[in-house]
């Protein structure tokens, strides 16, 4: 098991910048590959990002430029900076934790519990 706890979810202004935090238990956070998705009211979890192991990153077209996932290996710990919100990016966000590189919820292992990040217009 990794627990996850993702904190930084505020009510922000649009054109805003955030950074989510997630913090995992256990001595093996840098083995697995880290990453983000979101879920707005009545639509699916989408995916946002992964860093793997090696700290190489990837991100769909969608937010490329305005997300950033980053991790600190000596904390435990994995971001997500998010720049120039949007009304649209309004979400629950989550963290999650996998064995293998993933670019979708099936190759996740863990989540997170999420947390809300609400964007006002």
């Known amino acids: 098991q990794v627990p996850l706890v993702e904190s930084g979810g505020r009510l922000v202004q649009a054109g805003d910048s955030l950074r989510l935090s997630c913090a995992a238990s256990?001595?093996?956070?840098?083995?697995?590959?880290m990453g983000w998705f979101r879920q707005a009211p009545g639509k699916e979890r989408t995916f946002l990002g992964c860093?793997?192991?090696?700290?190489?990153?990837y991100y769909p077209d969608s937010v490329k430029g305005r997300f950033t996932i980053s991790r600190d290996n000596a904390k435990n710990t994995v971001y997500l900076q998010m720049n120039s919100l949007k009304p649209e990016d309004t979400a629950v966000y989550y963290c999650?934790?996998?064995?293998?590189?993933?670019?979708?919820?099936?190759?996740?292992?863990?989540w997170g519990q999420g947390t809300q990040v609400t964007v006002s217009s």
């Open positions: 860093i793997s192991r090696s700290a190489i990153t």
């Open positions: 256990g001595r093996s956070f840098s083995s697995y590959t």
């Open positions: 999650a934790a996998g064995l293998r590189n993933f670019g979708s919820a099936e190759g996740v292992d863990y």
